[in-house]
């Protein structure tokens, strides 16, 4: 046991070990009974801090900045109005038969996670509201595993959008900005276990607008 890793555990229960450090410890921590109990030792050293802080809903973050990204403009009475005139007309109109709609079109793939060769491949998609993430190759990971899908901004740390099912990961999100990356990890059963990336990544790709 080396000062340097008493020292990183500490970092590492803080929180304030840069990304790339914090993942190789975490690595070693796997097999690592050693630090393992280091990492025990300081969470049981710093417990104490937690007892002057109440728990708190986490704000919901994703609908303020929508709504100050794009506010909607108030009803006014006269759009009421129209739109009341409106449904009046489609009521005596509704024996003529009109032509069948258009499907809607599939939203734009805005990142490709995996090479075109690769054995397992991603699209993540935006419609406007949501990001949408489609496994189009490979197969889901084993029941003792889960796919995490991460976001990462230039120069931080990557925000975790949730865990890859069967169906598409559908998740409320502002426009995301081109450049940026989306990864997927293979993390253990219900996702990292911290809220920061441990497993290996298996895919990724910048969103191209």
Do not use: C
Request: proline letters at 11%.
């Amino acid at each position: 046991m080396s000062v340097e890793d008493r020292d990183i555990a500490g970092e590492y229960v803080l929180g304030t070990l840069p990304h790339a450090e914090r993942l190789a410890f975490a690595a070693r921590l796997k097999s690592d009974p050693t630090l393992q109990e280091l990492v025990a030792e300081w969470e049981d050293r710093l417990a104490g801090l937690n007892t002057e802080y109440a728990e708190s809903p986490a704000p919901d973050l994703f609908s303020a900045i929508e709504a100050r990204l794009f506010p909607r403009p108030a009803r006014s009475r006269w759009q009421g109005w129209l739109g009341g005139l409106v449904t009046a007309a489609a009521v005596l109109l509704g024996a003529v038969v009109l032509p069948p709609l258009l499907a809607p079109s599939a939203p734009p793939v805005i990142a490709e996670l995996g090479t075109p060769d690769a054995g397992l491949r991603f699209e993540a998609h935006y419609d406007g509201r949501d990001l949408i993430l489609r496994r189009v190759a490979g197969a889901a990971p084993t029941a003792s595993q889960s796919h995490e899908l991460w976001i990462i901004a230039p120069d931080a740390a990557p925000v975790s959008l949730g865990l890859i099912g069967t169906d598409p990961l559908r998740v409320a999100y502002p426009a995301p900005l081109a450049g940026w990356t989306l990864a997927v990890t293979l993390e253990p059963a219900g996702g990292a276990p911290q809220g920061v990336p441990t497993g290996p990544i298996v895919a990724a790709g910048q969103i191209t607008l």
